[in-house]
Protein backbone atom coordinates (compact mmCIF):
# COMPACT_ATOMS: atom_id res chain seq x y z
CA UNK A 1 0.00 0.00 0.00
CA UNK A 2 2.94 2.27 0.85
CA UNK A 3 4.54 1.89 -2.59
CA UNK A 4 1.30 2.78 -4.46
CA UNK A 5 0.74 6.26 -2.51
CA UNK A 6 4.37 6.76 -3.23
CA UNK A 7 3.96 6.17 -6.88
CA UNK A 8 0.75 7.97 -6.74
CA UNK A 9 2.42 10.86 -5.10
CA UNK A 10 4.87 10.99 -7.74
CA UNK A 11 2.98 10.87 -10.60
CA UNK A 12 0.65 13.89 -9.02
CA UNK A 13 4.02 15.86 -8.62
CA UNK A 14 4.80 15.16 -12.38
CA UNK A 15 1.32 16.34 -13.10
CA UNK A 16 1.22 19.49 -11.09
CA UNK A 17 4.79 20.55 -13.22
CA UNK A 18 3.66 19.41 -16.28
CA UNK A 19 0.24 21.45 -15.94
CA UNK A 20 2.14 24.57 -14.86
CA UNK A 21 4.93 24.38 -17.77
CA UNK A 22 2.67 23.10 -20.98
CA UNK A 23 1.59 26.27 -22.28
CA UNK A 24 5.64 27.44 -22.69
CA UNK A 25 6.38 24.20 -24.35
CA UNK A 26 3.12 24.36 -26.83
CA UNK A 27 4.74 27.67 -27.69
CA UNK A 28 8.10 26.47 -28.27
CA UNK A 29 6.99 23.65 -30.00
CA UNK A 30 5.06 26.36 -32.44
CA UNK A 31 8.32 28.23 -32.65
CA UNK A 32 10.43 25.44 -33.44
CA UNK A 33 8.15 23.96 -36.03
CA UNK A 34 9.03 23.91 -39.27
CA UNK A 35 12.72 23.54 -38.28
CA UNK A 36 13.48 19.89 -39.00
CA UNK A 37 12.62 18.72 -42.23
CA UNK A 38 10.03 15.98 -41.35
CA UNK A 39 9.04 17.17 -37.70
CA UNK A 40 5.87 18.90 -36.61
CA UNK A 41 5.40 20.93 -33.61
CA UNK A 42 3.23 18.03 -32.66
CA UNK A 43 6.34 16.18 -32.48
CA UNK A 44 8.57 18.61 -30.92
CA UNK A 45 5.84 19.14 -27.98
CA UNK A 46 5.50 15.03 -27.48
CA UNK A 47 9.74 14.93 -27.47
CA UNK A 48 9.59 17.66 -24.94
CA UNK A 49 6.59 16.03 -23.12
CA UNK A 50 9.34 12.80 -22.87
CA UNK A 51 12.20 14.81 -22.05
CA UNK A 52 10.53 16.22 -19.02
CA UNK A 53 8.73 12.32 -18.01
CA UNK A 54 12.26 11.09 -18.05
CA UNK A 55 14.25 13.98 -16.30
CA UNK A 56 11.64 14.81 -13.79
CA UNK A 57 9.25 11.79 -12.78
CA UNK A 58 8.95 13.12 -9.57
CA UNK A 59 8.48 16.65 -10.81
CA UNK A 60 10.97 19.56 -10.02
CA UNK A 61 13.29 19.04 -7.30
CA UNK A 62 13.58 21.33 -4.51
CA UNK A 63 15.28 24.64 -6.00
CA UNK A 64 14.94 23.96 -9.19
CA UNK A 65 12.30 26.56 -10.81
CA UNK A 66 10.12 26.62 -13.73
CA UNK A 67 12.26 28.46 -16.03
CA UNK A 68 14.89 26.23 -15.92
CA UNK A 69 13.23 23.03 -16.72
CA UNK A 70 11.83 24.77 -19.83
CA UNK A 71 15.12 25.98 -20.46
CA UNK A 72 16.54 22.23 -20.68
CA UNK A 73 13.95 21.10 -23.03
CA UNK A 74 14.54 24.07 -25.21
CA UNK A 75 17.73 22.74 -25.38
CA UNK A 76 16.71 19.07 -25.34
CA UNK A 77 14.51 20.19 -28.46
CA UNK A 78 17.40 21.91 -30.42
CA UNK A 79 19.69 19.01 -29.82
CA UNK A 80 16.85 16.74 -30.85
CA UNK A 81 16.36 18.98 -34.43
CA UNK A 82 19.90 19.38 -35.07
CA UNK A 83 20.55 15.55 -34.82
CA UNK A 84 17.47 14.67 -37.01
CA UNK A 85 19.34 16.89 -39.91
CA UNK A 86 20.32 15.28 -42.51
CA UNK A 87 24.06 16.03 -42.66
CA UNK A 88 25.50 17.38 -45.93
CA UNK A 89 27.89 15.69 -48.08
CA UNK A 90 30.16 18.24 -49.18
CA UNK A 91 31.80 17.28 -52.71
CA UNK A 92 33.74 18.62 -55.39
CA UNK A 93 31.99 19.86 -58.86
CA UNK A 94 34.87 17.71 -60.64
CA UNK A 95 34.32 14.72 -59.10
CA UNK A 96 33.01 11.87 -61.30
CA UNK A 97 29.64 10.64 -60.20
CA UNK A 98 28.16 7.43 -61.61
CA UNK A 99 30.00 4.98 -63.70
CA UNK A 100 30.04 7.00 -66.60
CA UNK A 101 32.22 9.72 -65.43
CA UNK A 102 29.88 12.54 -65.91
CA UNK A 103 31.12 15.65 -63.06
CA UNK A 104 28.56 18.18 -61.58
CA UNK A 105 30.47 20.86 -63.46
CA UNK A 106 29.33 18.86 -66.89
CA UNK A 107 25.60 18.78 -65.39
CA UNK A 108 25.35 22.55 -64.73
CA UNK A 109 24.46 24.37 -68.16
CA UNK A 110 27.35 26.22 -69.35
CA UNK A 111 26.39 29.97 -71.24
CA UNK A 112 29.92 31.52 -70.97
CA UNK A 113 29.99 32.23 -67.34
CA UNK A 114 31.81 29.92 -64.91
CA UNK A 115 29.75 27.43 -63.03
CA UNK A 116 30.38 29.46 -59.37
CA UNK A 117 28.51 32.87 -61.01
CA UNK A 118 26.28 30.13 -62.17
CA UNK A 119 25.49 28.78 -58.51
CA UNK A 120 25.30 32.31 -57.24
CA UNK A 121 23.27 33.20 -59.82
CA UNK A 122 20.74 29.86 -59.16
CA UNK A 123 21.01 30.66 -55.22
CA UNK A 124 20.29 34.33 -55.19
CA UNK A 125 17.38 33.30 -57.73
CA UNK A 126 15.83 30.82 -55.04
CA UNK A 127 15.86 33.47 -51.89
CA UNK A 128 14.09 35.58 -54.50
CA UNK A 129 11.44 32.86 -54.84
CA UNK A 130 10.95 32.15 -51.00
CA UNK A 131 10.95 35.69 -50.12
CA UNK A 132 7.21 35.97 -50.38
CA UNK A 133 6.36 36.71 -53.65
CA UNK A 134 3.08 36.59 -55.72
CA UNK A 135 2.60 34.01 -58.31
CA UNK A 136 2.25 36.39 -60.96
CA UNK A 137 5.50 38.17 -59.23
CA UNK A 138 7.34 34.41 -59.70
CA UNK A 139 6.34 33.88 -63.09
CA UNK A 140 7.83 37.17 -64.16
CA UNK A 141 11.12 36.34 -62.20
CA UNK A 142 11.03 33.17 -63.47
CA UNK A 143 11.23 34.20 -67.13
CA UNK A 144 13.51 37.27 -66.37
CA UNK A 145 15.99 34.60 -65.22
CA UNK A 146 15.53 32.58 -68.23
CA UNK A 147 16.44 35.21 -70.46
CA UNK A 148 13.48 36.38 -71.65
CA UNK A 149 13.12 40.74 -72.68
CA UNK A 150 9.79 42.56 -71.00
CA UNK A 151 8.02 42.45 -73.93
CA UNK A 152 8.58 38.87 -74.65
CA UNK A 153 7.09 37.83 -70.97
CA UNK A 154 4.31 40.33 -71.44
CA UNK A 155 3.52 38.45 -74.81
CA UNK A 156 3.81 34.98 -73.09
CA UNK A 157 1.37 36.16 -70.03
CA UNK A 158 -0.89 38.00 -71.94
CA UNK A 159 -0.21 41.43 -70.12
CA UNK A 160 1.49 44.43 -71.38
CA UNK A 161 5.15 44.90 -71.07
CA UNK A 162 4.39 47.85 -68.48
CA UNK A 163 2.99 45.59 -66.27
CA UNK A 164 5.90 43.73 -66.38
CA UNK A 165 7.90 46.52 -66.13
CA UNK A 166 5.78 47.29 -62.49
CA UNK A 167 6.35 43.49 -61.32
CA UNK A 168 10.08 43.62 -61.91
CA UNK A 169 9.83 47.31 -59.58
CA UNK A 170 8.10 45.67 -57.45
CA UNK A 171 10.06 42.31 -57.11
CA UNK A 172 13.04 44.57 -56.64
CA UNK A 173 11.50 46.62 -53.89
CA UNK A 174 10.61 43.43 -52.28
CA UNK A 175 14.11 42.12 -52.33
CA UNK A 176 15.48 44.67 -51.31
CA UNK A 177 13.40 45.77 -47.90
CA UNK A 178 14.73 41.87 -47.06
CA UNK A 179 18.30 42.78 -48.07
CA UNK A 180 18.97 45.41 -47.71
Same mark, same amino acid.
Given at each position: ?? =???? &? ?5 ? %? $???? #?? !?? /? ?5 ? #? ?6 ? %?? +??? +? ?12 ? /? ?10 ? =?????? %? #? ?10 ? =? ?9 ? +? ?9 ? +???? /???? =? !? ?16 ? &?? $???? @??ADGYTVREIGQRMGISHV???? !? ?7 ? @? &? @???
Amino acid at each position: MG =VFLL &ERAQKMA %F $ETLY #HR !IA /PRLKKMA #HYYNGHGR %FI +DGD +DLYQEMCAYLWARY /PNGAPEGINDAY =VIKGCE %F #HVRNYLRKAKNP =VEITSLNLPIG +DGGITIADLIP +DKGE /PVRD =V !INRRLVADAVRNSGLTLR &EQ $EVFS @QLADGYTVREIGQRMGISHVMVLK !IKKSLLRKW @Q &E @QHC
